[in-house]
């Protein structure tokens, strides 16, 4: 192993070991990046050169030189930007691992929709299997450094960000060092894909000798908690019987963590039907216990105390707006009255409080309008709600369930708000979205007429380029059967025809008709003069001499990418897994993909993977045809559109899901329970 800067042979001789703190450890983090980005890189290059690279799926292919020029001709200069994004990383784990600064976003400022490009669908799911295989290359490592590095940091038990490089971040930094080499989203994605097969490989040596650099230091790990994983129950199928007992688990770990004692009468009895053993599925509104199965209460001042404890969780680990984090400190002094008062509040989970406090958190998650000195019209009205149940002479279920009731009202109004808002733009986004399906399935089609009849490379480029979008130009404006569309599909059979014939001149008279056709049909679809003038002078090149055809290895269904399984990145939040890998067909989609994108609805509350993290988004709007999909969040913009086909993409890689009501609650309850009372 390379000794650190911090640790020469003159100090071990002399039985000096240096200072074991994140400073220190940070610094040789950062010192040691330079090298082993500089073996991945190589490694990559290695990898791209190999005869395994022509088991590449066939999209890949035609970027290959453009990328192995860049692993070869450029090396230096994209070790330094990757080493300079991996730089970039380590700063900002450094600022989060202390006061996170507040996220600043002007809500006054003009909503302007764009269309997310297909390339960064591609690329997020590109990032999510490199986390993944990261996770899976680096597994016991991994493992090992988080807890070296969370004992490192004083911590009481296992924290993920406590390490200074972790695979999301190694996987970003990776995305941002490539988007400054200037490339073309083919060739960038190619790159990303090599890349990060080197990078999952690199990790694992990396962390094992940071990993034995703190040992060596005298570093002790932080304590590893078990964790009951939780079951999972498919869409439509009963719930779990377990579930009904998840919240009664949760008081009998307070009842015998807090050390307080519960009431004489009647003591705490587990269904009768319940595996004590069994894993937990937490289904807080629609699973309450029977009434004769309900447990006894907590003592008052563990009730109150729990209370505090799960308002910590939900600070400490959703991901909330500052507004939202303010208002949820009001109601902790309506929830410890409630806590104390209401002595089968911890055993009733369909009693309204629990409904309003995931209401008010699930608002909180994706809503962040205004600051202190203008609010936004939700955090106002999220305000006057909190504060009506602070002021309430009474706090009951009667109480609760008006609360619940103005909530579901603030959450309806402002719905309608953003929809009025977005219904408003939408027009140039649709148009948008209905280009871009019009052009796959257009370039689709010609793809399956030139696997039954090979062309050229140069006409195959054409064919599937320019000469696509005017077709698609021409079918927004006069229709998929207008004459008009049936001129440019007959150019398509001629050019193929008559180019059929390597080293047989095109005659003059077929060249002159079939490049002022194609004259004509690239200058409606909008082409630059310059670029329309160079695809011409390439054609009319190319019918004079036909080169010789050329077999194009096509990708199909039976060459995507195998996805294994749901990549598992949300940390706790239940995803609804979707097997994608090979045997995937039609029956699957049609029992899985197709019925929850058809089934979304404008207001619904979901989590995605854009931008290479985990949001939480409301879907604001949806068209009637359930082609495109606006949703909104606190990040990147505010608004996310989204076609049918990148929203599928999503999903099928496991990185799009629903969030159903009561979900973001039960996360930070089922962590609570998990969670060792007397370290907290």
């Known amino acids: 192993m390379k000794l650190p800067p911090s ?40 990898d ?81 299997r490199i986390v993944q295989s990261i996770e899976s290359e680096a597994d016991g490592e991994l493992h090992q450094l988080v807890a070296l590095c969370s004992g490192l940091r004083g911590l009481p038990g296992i924290a993920p960000e406590a390490l200074p490089l972790a695979p999301l971040a190694c996987a970003g930094a990776l995305r941002a060092g490539l988007a400054e080499m200037a490339l073309e989203a083919g060739p960038r994605l190619l790159l990303l894909r090599q890349l990060g097969s080197a990078l999952g490989r690199q990790m694992r040596k990396v962390y094992a000798e940071q990993a034995e650099l703190l040992t060596g230091w005298g570093v002790k790990p932080a304590p590893f908690r078990v964790k009951l994983l939780s079951a999972t129950t498919a869409p439509g199928a009963a719930p ?6 998840a919240l009664w688990r949760l008081v009998e770990r307070a ?30 509104f629609d699973d309450p216990l029977p009434a004769d ?18 308002f910590a969780q939900i600070e400490q680990h959703l991901p909330l707006s500052p507004a939202a984090r303010e208002l949820l400190s009001g109601l902790h002094e309506p929830g410890r009255a409630l806590a104390a008062q209401e002595a089968q509040l911890w055993t009733s989970p369909d009693h309204p409080w629990w409904t309003f406090l995931d209401r008010l958190i699930t608002l909180g998650s994706v809503h962040d309008e205004g600051d202190t000195e203008a609010a936004g019209v939700v955090t106002q009205s999220l305000g006057l709600v909190v504060e009506r149940m602070r002021q309430s002479p009474t706090l009951d279920r009667v109480t609760c369930q008006t609360a619940v009731d103005d909530i579901h009202e603030v959450a309806t109004r402002a719905q309608g708000l953003r929809s009025d808002a977005l219904s ?17 399935e257009l370039r689709n089609q010609i793809v399956q007429q030139l696997r039954s009849t090979p062309v050229c490379p140069g006409l195959r480029q054409f064919l599937l380029g320019p000469w696509t979008q005017a077709m698609t130009q021409a079918t927004l404006q006069h229709g998929l059967n207008s004459p008009v569309m049936d001129e440019l ?19 003059r008279a077929q060249q002159n008709v079939l490049l002022r056709q194609v004259s004509e049909g690239l200058a409606a679809s909008g082409l630059p003069p310059s670029r329309l003038e160079a695809e011409v002078a390439d054609l009319k090149t190319l019918m004079r001499n036909p080169p010789a055809v050329q077999e194009e290895a096509w990708q199909g269904p039976e060459d995507r990418e195998p996805t294994s ?36 609805e404008a207001g619904q509350y979901c989590r995605l993977f854009l931008l290479g993290r985990w949001m939480t988004t409301q879907l604001s709007w949806v068209s009637p045809t359930h082609n495109l999909f606006l949703f909104s969040s606190r990040h990147g913009g505010r608004t996310h559109s989204l076609t049918r086909r990148m929203l599928e993409k999503l999903r099928g890689a496991g990185l799009a899901t629903s969030i159903e009501d009561g979900a973001l609650l039960a996360q930070a309850l089922n962590t609570l329970a998990d969670t060792d009372f007397g370290s907290v």
């Open 7 to 46: 640790v020469t042979p003159q100090a071990l001789r002399a039985g000096r070991a240096p200072a074991a703190d994140p400073v220190s450890f940070a610094r040789h983090v950062r010192a040691g990046v330079a090298d082993w980005v500089r073996t991945m890189v190589a490694q990559a290059a290695s």
């Open 48 to 128: 791209m050169e190999s005869p395994a690279l022509r088991n590449a799926v066939a999209g890949d292919r035609s970027h290959t030189s453009s990328a192995l020029s860049v692993l070869q001709g450029r090396r230096e200069l994209l070790v330094d930007r990757l080493v300079h994004a991996l730089h970039q990383a380590l700063d900002e784990g450094e600022r989060s691992a202390g006061t996170p600064e507040p996220e600043v976003d002007d809500e006054t400022r003009p909503l302007k929709l764009t269309l997310i490009d297909e390339a960064q669908i591609d690329e997020d799911i590109e990032i999510a």
């Open 240 to 245: 779990d019987p377990a579930s009904m007992a």
């Open 255 to 284: 009842r015998n963590s807090l050390q307080f004692e519960p009431p004489a009468a009647a003591p705490a009895q587990a269904p009768e039907d319940v595996d004590p053993d069994a894993p937990v599925v937490l289904r807080l």
């Open 293 to 310: 199965r309900t447990p006894a209460p907590l003592a008052p001042a563990a009730a109150v105390q729990l209370m505090e404890r799960l």
């Open 424 to 440: 408003a733009q939408v027009g140039e986004i649709q148009h948008q979205a209905d280009q871009q399906d019009t052009e796959i």
């Open 489 to 507: 599909a007959l150019v398509v059979d001629d050019l193929i025809r008559v180019t059929s014939q390597p080293g047989k001149p095109v005659s």
């Open 565 to 600: 399984g749901v990549m598992d990145l949300q940390a706790g939040l239940p995803t609804v897994p979707i097997a994608m890998g090979h045997g995937a067909d039609s029956t699957m989609e049609e029992q899985t993909m197709r019925p929850w994108l058809d089934g979304l």
